[in-house]
């Protein structure tokens, strides 16, 4: 089999490139595989929002502090963000389907066992379940993106990408309403639905989804470490510009909605639950259908891109610079964090799609993972630090985050430069 000519070019084995070719003549067939894919990042999110509204009646039924509960987040959230890298690797390695598999899997099981110890009141089983957890999440979005990568071309890439970041948004959606309403039946019902959706996911991909074929022969681990290294020190300037702007999307993003959901539950709104997670929908659908909709038509078109990450930190600037001015009306600050998530909806396709597209396939599974794991960081930092600068003031918090969106902005003008096609022939992004 003739192989790939480089880690820095995006020419294709044959056989991959008649497999793609394959998989976008049946549309029907093509939006079934699509679906299979984004089933992956919303399981991973359901795992995680999902518990969110029944941390305060797990406290009282278990008898734990706050900070006991939060562990029940934050542990999964650092297992997953200390594997996913790991889980790249055995991703390039051998199979991305396998690893899906297994992560699904994994996830699926330990969410048993946590549901279990919740039932029988063992707060050591929880978490050490949830720990476990975490390592099977790293093996789902990452990889996700990685295959996607791999099995699409000529603009299909970038649809797929736009509909998995929606699916990821629309589990944000709708991840804390589920909780509400199981946890109507049972405080700990979550918990064990949990594994069904993993169950779901799983038979998605396992007969939905083929994998292109690969070469059988492996890449010798130095090799490999050497060919990641090289990989930074000739696109690491721009490549790395990328993930800290997705990361700083995914952080201000979250950070903004874990303090507006703050506000709704204080005075003078007393808004919590079902309608409180309704509220929230609003910016979260906004970030949803523009997701969808800017990976569906950017296709492999790098200065339409270009223009919309641009067109989208700025918006997201002036929205979270005029929220500093006018946080006190609620209306106003609604519609001013909904055009924020608008604008992070323009930015995140176009970066996935470009992440992906940036190197070959025996390394496609590192980069995305490690540019998931930032996003990770991202998300899971963004309450603490959020909460701090809310306790100086709101108008303090929005100017800062305004003044990151701005930051990202520059970094984006300044060092991301697609070509026209992207991942055309000579497969090279222009970084200045």
Request: proline share 4%; glycine share 10%.
């Amino acid at each position: 089999m003739e192989k790939t000519k480089s880690i820095f070019g995006s020419s294709r084995p044959p056989r991959m490139r008649t497999a793609a070719k394959e998989a976008g003549n049946s549309k029907p067939a093509k939006w079934k595989e699509y679906i299979a894919l984004a089933s992956v990042p919303l399981v991973l999110v359901l795992g995680n929002s999902m518990l969110v509204p029944i941390l305060p009646e797990m406290e009282r039924k278990l008898n734990i502090s706050t900070f006991q509960a939060s562990l029940i987040i934050t542990l999964f959230s650092v297992s997953a963000g200390i594997f996913i890298p790991i889980v790249g690797y055995l991703s390039d390695r051998f199979s991305r389907k396998t690893v899906i598999l297994y992560s699904l899997a994994l996830y699926g099981i330990a969410g048993i066992a946590a549901g279990l110890g919740a039932l029988w009141h063992s707060y050591g089983m929880l978490i050490a379940s949830r720990a476990v957890q975490g390592i099977g999440a790293a093996g789902t979005s990452s990889v996700a993106m990685a295959l996607v990568g791999d099995k699409y071309k000529n603009g299909e890439e970038s649809e797929a990408l736009g509909l998995i970041e929606a699916s990821n948004g629309a589990g944000k959606v709708v991840s804390p309403i589920i909780g509400s309403l199981l946890a109507l039946i049972v405080w700990y019902a979550p918990l064990f639905a949990f594994p069904v959706f993993c169950a779901g996911s799983f038979a998605a991909m396992l007969f939905l989804i083929q994998e292109p074929a690969r070469d059988k022969e492996q890449m010798p681990v130095k090799q490999y470490v050497s060919d990641v290294i090289a990989l930074f020190r000739k696109k690491g300037r721009w490549l790395i510009s990328m993930f800290v702007a997705g990361s700083l999307g995914l952080f201000i993003l979250f950070g903004v909605l874990f303090r507006l959901s703050d506000v709704l539950e204080g005075a003078p709104y007393k808004i919590d639950g079902i309608a409180k997670g309704g509220i929230l929908a609003i910016p979260l659908l906004g970030l949803v259908i523009t997701s969808y909709t800017t990976g569906h038509i950017i296709k492999n078109n790098g200065v339409l891109m270009r223009r919309l990450m641009v067109i989208g930190l700025s918006v997201m600037a002036a929205a979270l610079a005029a929220a500093a001015l006018l946080y006190r009306n609620m209306y106003v600050l609604m519609t001013l964090v909904t055009l924020s998530s608008i604008g992070t909806g323009l930015l995140l396709p176009c970066l996935n799609t470009l992440i992906t597209g940036a190197v070959d396939r025996s390394h496609r599974g590192m980069i995305t993972s490690l540019y998931n794991s930032l996003r990770f960081l991202g998300v899971a930092f963004g309450p603490p630090i959020f909460s701090w600068l809310a306790g100086r003031s709101d108008m303090l918090l929005y100017f800062t985050v305004a003044g990151l969106s701005l930051g990202a902005l520059l970094i984006v003008i300044l060092f991301v430069h697609p070509p026209q096609q992207v991942g055309d022939a000579s497969g090279k992004t222009a970084a200045k």
